[in-house]
């Protein structure tokens, strides 16, 4: 490498280096910077000297005197700008204007077009909501440095197309230029689950956990594989599309390039087809027919809806276990829609899997929620938006 280049190079990696310290340990000092960072203190104020020109940081005062001068604190500055995540599920369409520490500022809820609506028809709504969403939030357009989504299928990262997602139709879709084009943003694509899991690296336990699996439970079924602390995409991109796993042999799809034999026994939609009969028996006769009723009448000790989570638990246990014993992950994060029925849930999935694999992870639901996919996407944007920032100094 030319000289010029390698000090280039380290630079950009000191300036990294000291913003990552400065975000999750300011206020701090220069000195302090040194002290943890092994850098010396004019490195330090060397690179400084380009964060700051980046307002990532800025100085908020003085700290206290330990017998010299009071030294000057450095901080984050989250609202160097703004980004926009966009979590695309087969179901619901969940957009948030975030800071760049991923606090939610404005956020559009809306359905998910059927995936047998017109062309195109997906791509309209999420073009709609974000212009809703700048709209409403206030926030000025100039301030918003970049927008993620994150797609419910497999998805390229580098070039942002979406090769297979069909619970929205999307087949080669090129979602990144699309985005780009229309709003002239930076925009940055990733699979729905792998920004899940993401936002657990970012925003979540994932920072105390070197190895874990967040599995998704939605309309389909996916994974966000993380070992040794990064994401774990595969050949194709397609790690973690376990919703394919094969946990019945008489199963025989119509096309392999539909529901997965796990989704199709599992997900939510498969929860509400086995959960009918029972919604509609007549001492319930319930209305909405939804997922979230079927969970509330096993918890209400209903016989047949407790046999319908339990069949399904059974599915998902059968999943972990394989999930377990190939990637001995420190964790199992359940996420997703159907993950928010708690510990009805999880206490007969971690049963299950305790009955069929002898390496039994920890298994918890996200503390992010339902706002996983939606962080995931604004983490996506807002790392890329950090990082041009800081080469562009």
């Known amino acids: 490498m030319h000289p010029l280049k390698n000090t280039a190079a380290v630079r950009q990696h000191n300036m990294a280096t000291l913003l990552q310290l400065i975000e999750s340990r300011g206020p701090i000092s220069r000195a302090e910077l040194s002290r943890i960072s092994g850098l010396s203190q004019p490195t330090v104020s060397g690179?400084?000297?380009?964060?700051?020109?980046?307002?990532?940081?800025?100085?908020?005062?003085?700290?206290?005197?330990?017998?010299?001068?009071?030294?000057?604190?450095?901080?984050?500055?989250?609202?160097?700008?703004?980004?926009?995540?966009?979590?695309?599920?087969?179901?619901?369409?969940?957009?948030?204007?975030?800071?760049?520490?991923?606090?939610?500022?404005?956020r559009v809820d809306?359905?998910?077009?059927?995936?047998?609506?017109?062309?195109?028809?997906?791509?309209?709504?999420?073009?709609?909501?974000?212009?809703?969403?700048?709209?409403?939030?206030?926030?000025?357009?100039?301030?918003i440095i970049g927008i993620g989504i994150g797609a419910?299928?497999?998805t390229d990262p580098d070039?942002?197309?979406?090769?297979?997602?069909?619970?929205?139709?999307?087949?080669?879709?090129?979602?990144?230029?699309?985005?780009?084009?229309?709003?002239g943003l930076p925009c940055h694509v990733d699979n729905d689950v792998n920004?899940?899991?993401?936002?657990?690296?970012?925003?979540?336990?994932?920072p105390r956990l070197g190895n874990f699996v967040f599995l998704a439970i939605g309309t389909g079924i996916g994974a966000g594989v993380v070992i040794d602390g990064k994401l774990h995409r595969g050949r194709n991109h397609a790690a973690g599309e376990v919703g394919y796993l094969v946990i019945d042999h008489t199963w025989n799809p119509g096309s392999v390039t539909d529901f997965g034999c796990l989704e199709s026994m599992a997900a939510a939609p498969a929860i509400l087809r086995k959960g009918v009969s029972v919604l509609r028996a007549p001492e319930h006769n319930t209305d909405p027919v939804t997922v979230?009723?079927?969970?509330?009448?096993?918890?209400?000790?209903?016989?047949?809806?407790?046999?319908?989570?339990?069949?399904v638990a059974g599915y998902l246990g059968i999943a972990l276990a394989n999930l377990a014993v190939v990637l001995d992950p420190e964790a199992i994060i359940l996420g997703g829609g159907v993950s928010q029925a708690g510990d009805l849930?999880?206490?007969?999935?971690?049963?299950?899997?305790?009955?069929?694999?002898?390496?039994?992870?920890?298994?918890?639901?996200s503390s992010l929620g339902a706002d996983a996919g939606?962080?995931?996407?604004?983490?996506l944007a807002i790392d890329a938006a950090k990082e041009r920032l800081l080469n562009a100094i």
């Open 159 to 183: 070039t942002g197309l979406v090769a297979l997602a069909p619970a929205v139709g999307w087949n080669k879709t090129p979602v990144k230029r699309l985005l780009s084009e229309r709003f």
């Open 374 to 379: 939606m962080l995931g996407a604004a983490a």
């Open 195 to 206: 920004a899940a899991a993401l936002a657990e690296m970012t925003f979540g336990s994932g």
């Open 345 to 365: 849930l999880v206490e007969l999935v971690k049963r299950k899997l305790k009955q069929v694999s002898p390496i039994v992870p920890q298994v918890y639901v």
């Open 110 to 143: 809306e359905p998910t077009p059927r995936e047998n609506a017109a062309e195109g028809s997906v791509t309209r709504a999420i073009f709609a909501a974000v212009e809703r969403l700048v709209k409403e939030s206030g926030i000025m357009k100039k301030d």
């Open 152 to 154: 419910p299928g497999v």
């Open 292 to 311: 979230e009723a079927v969970f509330d009448l096993a918890r209400r000790g209903d016989d047949a809806a407790v046999k319908v989570v339990e069949e």
């Open 47 to 106: 690179a400084m000297e380009g964060i700051l020109k980046s307002r990532l940081v800025r100085a908020i005062g003085a700290g206290d005197s330990t017998g010299g001068r009071r030294p000057e604190l450095l901080a984050y500055n989250a609202e160097a700008g703004f980004v926009v995540g966009v979590d695309l599920g087969g179901t619901n369409l969940k957009l948030g204007l975030t800071d760049l520490a991923g606090k939610i500022l404005h």
